[in-house]
């Protein structure tokens, strides 16, 4: 490619020296009286077998930059999603991590074109080496003019004709020529790819990304509609045009003709000595120097900022996602069978940038197969709290021992697969109801039967068969999801998006926490706030769904279940509660034990009943 880069800086002088030899050609023809159809045809001739060699290599270059190019920009940028996937909450709440992920990015996107964006990227670098070998043999052509007795007149005629049109495009606007063929399906490949880079890069999605491990299916999702997009892209700059008529649009038949507009002038000329190829010569020459100069200049430029975001790129690739353990400390999850046993001491945080401590002195026993229900006060901490327990945040002090493991020594991937939540701000994604609980856990996203009994269990089965295309409805989901269609297989054309209330969407996110729920590994089921929008009847229906898959077969508890809840009667069915305050535990024990105790949990619970 280097080579083949520097050959092609030397196609422009040598185009134009070419021209000059058939014009010098014409002259003499003309001079000596032998003007001839016939000898005009035979230098045309030869003009063209030029072209069509030049063509030729231009072509073989041009593929064979397209190849290492978009493999490169897919490498690039599949490197930054799968960066971004591996990162976890705590890192990308670093201000300087955000910083440094948006200059990599911009260095990313530089890849998308000679100066997209006004930055440079590597491939930029191999047009620096063209432009230079171009501007090296302008320089070779003109000196050897000059020092062969051009007269001054022709020189400065040249030098005022060649100044002229390097100004004129300051004047004038770029035309856009992009070819809308293929529009649809490549808007369509734009959108799932864009969809699923925001998935990536959404703040909002993460904890339900990080705790259903999406990040390898949202790769292999952008991967898919990426390299389609770019296989696109080739066919529409003419990559996979035919090598005729290639080779006839890259034979510049303008340049020709421009020869031929000569004629009249040599006509005039054909007495005196001067050559008029050489005057023509001089003249392209002199205006392509200009051209190519002042090309290399803002190229020059743009390297000093590519340097820069190359440096960043090259930096966030070594970042390492902060909930991740050191390997030499790392140790797997050791399921018990009976449930996730934890055991939360002196445990406190604090959000990024927060002077206040969110949660302070949290300490709690929960054994393996418990049900603990956290109940307290709007503001209190809760949802902070279950957040940490799934290891969507890091603590600051205090410990968090789960089977006995310290967390911070377990593989957050490792975790998270013995694990299951409804989130309070679950996901609604603009896709259909299977994908929206297919999700829950991707090795079954397409199993009909795992979903239908997924949506059965959380009392959603009625609902999606009331809906008009049944699970295939597509879904009106929240901001991202609904600029969008995030999943692959789910463009079902124009099916218009089909609005939930908010109860209807908290029995979908339900099935998607069902999902991996029933699973012989999940350990651990957590629910924040799970029937908030429910009636009475989902309600009931959910809890005892619960309970049953907490359950093994011979009945002994086989999972650890925790809920966040407002309502009081529901909480009284959990074997511990936690009653918070102010970001701390202020009660903890059973029902009977804090109504006993006449505290603040008993005065919220008389005010509830
Ligand atoms: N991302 C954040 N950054 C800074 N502070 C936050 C953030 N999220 C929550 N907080 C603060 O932490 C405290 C506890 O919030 P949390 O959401 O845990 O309360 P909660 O008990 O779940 O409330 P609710 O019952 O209303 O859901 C609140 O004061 C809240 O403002």
Redesign the pocket.
């Known amino acids: 490619m280097f080579t083949l880069d520097l050959v092609r800086g030397i196609f422009p002088a040598f185009r134009g020296y070419s021209q000059a030899l058939m014009i010098d050609e014409l002259q003499r023809l003309i001079s000596s009286g032998d003007f001839t159809l016939a000898n005009i045809l035979r230098e045309a001739v030869m003009e063209l077998a030029r072209m069509s060699c030049e063509a030729a290599l231009d072509i073989i270059a041009t593929s064979n930059e397209n190849i290492v190019h978009n493999s490169a920009r897919f490498l690039v940028e599949r490197k930054q999603m799968e960066q971004k996937l591996r990162l976890d909450v705590p890192t990308l709440s670093d201000p300087l991590v955000r910083d440094l992920l948006q200059e990599s990015d911009a260095f990313v996107r530089s890849f998308n074109g000679f100066s997209a964006f006004g930055v440079f990227s590597p491939f930029d670098a191999m047009r620096l080496l063209t432009l230079i070998s171009e501007v090296l043999t302008h320089l070779w052509v003109l000196s050897s003019l000059t020092f062969g007795g051009t007269p001054l007149s022709i020189i400065l005629l040249s030098i005022t004709a060649s100044a002229l049109p390097s100004i004129l495009p300051w004047l004038t606007c770029g035309q856009n020529t992009w070819d809308h063929s293929d529009g649809q399906l490549e808007a369509r490949l734009t959108a799932k790819q864009e969809a699923m880079r925001g998935l990536a890069y959404s703040d909002s999605y993460r904890p339900e990304i990080l705790l259903f491990d999406l990040g390898p299916w949202i790769l292999k999702s952008w991967s898919r509609a990426r390299k389609s997009l770019l296989g696109l892209e080739r066919k529409q700059s003419g990559g996979d045009t035919s090598l005729s008529s290639y080779l006839l649009s890259r034979i510049y038949l303008s340049g020709m003709f421009s020869t031929f507009q000569n004629i009249p002038l040599l006509l005039v000329l054909h007495s005196t000595s001067t050559s008029v190829g050489t005057f023509t010569l001089y003249r392209n020459t002199l205006q392509s120097l200009f051209l190519t100069a002042e090309t290399l200049f803002r190229t020059l430029r743009m390297a000093f900022q590519g340097v820069f975001l190359m440096g960043a790129f090259c930096a966030a690739s070594a970042l390492k996602p902060r909930l991740q353990p050191e390997a030499h400390s790392t140790t797997s999850y050791d399921p018990s069978g009976a449930g996730m046993a934890i055991d939360v001491r002196n445990l406190s945080f604090r ?2 940038e ?1 002077k206040i401590l ?1 949660l302070s002195n949290i300490n709690l026993s929960v054994k393996a197969g418990e049900t603990l229900a956290i109940v ?10 279950v957040n940490v327990l799934l290891r969507i945040y890091d603590f600051e002090g205090g410990t968090l021992r789960v089977n006995g493991v310290d967390i911070r020594r377990l593989d957050p991937h490792d975790f998270h697969a013995h694990v299951s939540a409804v989130f ?1 701000g679950f996901s609604k994604f603009s896709a259909s109801v299977k994908s929206n609980v297919g999700i829950g856990f991707v090795p079954e996203m397409n199993s009909a039967d795992a979903i239908d009994a997924a949506l059965e269990l959380a009392g959603a089965a009625d609902l999606v068969r009331s809906l008009p295309d049944g699970v295939r409805t597509r879904l009106d989901g929240d901001e991202l999801g609904r600029s969008c269609d995030v999943f692959c297989g789910d463009s079902a054309g124009s099916q218009k998006l089909h609005g939930l209330s908010g109860g209807e969407w908290q029995r979908i996110a339900i099935s998607r926490a069902l999902m991996r729920a029933r699973r012989p590994e999940v350990e651990l089921l957590v629910f924040d ?1 799970p029937t908030s929008s429910l009636d009475a009847h989902a309600q009931k229906h959910v809890f005892d769904t619960i309970e049953q898959i907490s359950r093994g077969p011979n009945g002994d508890r086989t999972k650890t279940v925790i809920y ?1 809840t ?1 309502r009081l009667a529901t909480a009284r069915r959990a074997d511990k509660i936690a009653m ?1 305050d102010n ?1 701390t535990i202020v009660e903890f024990g059973t029902h009977e034990q804090l109504l006993t105790r006449n505290g603040r949990y008993a005065s919220l619970y008389h005010a509830s009943v």
């Not at 307290?376 to 709290?385: E, M, R, V």
């Open positions: 959000y990024p927060s969110a307290g006060y709007n503001g209190s901490g809760k949802t902070t709290l309070q706030e966040i407002h918070m970001g």
